[in-house]
């Protein structure tokens, strides 16, 4: 596909379930980020990928979060035991260097997960 | 602490006119500061990149300004139209580390 691609778009979880969330980056894209944006807030960082290796994971909430891209490619954030405060948009993003601040970064459209 | 502040209240303006939106950070030393557009229920879009040793960057009918001294960004977008109301992010490199820290983002509404 032309773009970043996420799945699903939106996602009902009961309290305590387990969720994945799927992002497939452009082709070729070296770095893949996750970013979690609460209602009227911006994107906060969750985890950074640089090809399949996890860089930067600083920005997961708790242990509850676990992220992977195992070939360097598609990237699953799964999400144990789901809260309330977890409800956000989760963003995927890719960008063809090895950072992200000197270069475009490309974001998906996001998948909503409500935890009710 | 560490904080990137946009201006949290709406921005109304008329068509034509020119909107001007600020970034002000504290305690970051970014080499570089992005733009992104974002429409409801999409993800942010790129718009420009400025880095440390430029005041100036312009593309189309928007201009970014940098000044580190301030520690502010300007962003303009001159002759709006009602199709550029979206919410706008600033985003700046963590200095050391490979990831975008994003504002608030400020909400632009440009009437007919």
């Known amino acids: 596909g032309a773009g970043v691609s996420q799945s699903p778009r939106y996602k009902v979880a009961k309290r305590g379930q387990d969720v994945a969330l799927r992002c497939d980056p452009i082709?070729?894209?070296?770095?893949l980020f996750w970013y979690q944006q609460a209602l009227g807030q911006g994107p906060e960082f969750l985890t950074y990928f640089q090809n399949e290796a996890q860089l930067d994971k600083s920005g997961l909430p708790s242990d509850r979060f676990f992220a992977e891209r195992p070939e360097g490619s598609v990237s699953t954030l799964k999400i144990q035991r789901t809260q309330q405060e977890d409800s956000a948009v989760y963003l995927c993003?890719?960008?063809?260097?090895?950072?992200?601040?000197?270069?475009?970064?490309?974001f998906g459209q996001g998948t909503r997960l409500t935890v009710v | 602490s560490q904080k990137i502040e946009q201006n949290s209240e709406a921005l109304n303006i008329q068509e034509g006119k020119t909107a001007t939106l600020t970034c002000n950070y504290t305690n970051y030393s970014p080499a570089y500061l992005q733009w992104y557009r974002q429409d409801p229920g999409r993800g942010p879009v790129f718009l420009l990149l400025?880095?440390?040793?430029?005041k100036e960057k312009r593309k189309e009918r928007l201009k970014v300004t940098f000044d580190t001294t301030l520690k502010q960004s300007l962003f303009h977008i001159t002759a709006s139209q009602p199709a550029d109301s979206a919410t706008y992010l600033c985003?700046?490199?963590?200095?050391?580390?490979?990831?975008?820290?994003f504002g608030t983002g400020t909400r632009l509404l440009v009437s007919p």
């Open positions: 400025i880095r440390e040793n430029e």
């Open positions: 993003a890719s960008s063809l260097g090895t950072g992200q601040g000197n270069t475009e970064a490309f």
């Open positions: 082709s070729g894209h070296v770095s």
């Open positions: 985003a700046l490199d963590d200095t050391g580390f490979q990831k975008l820290v």
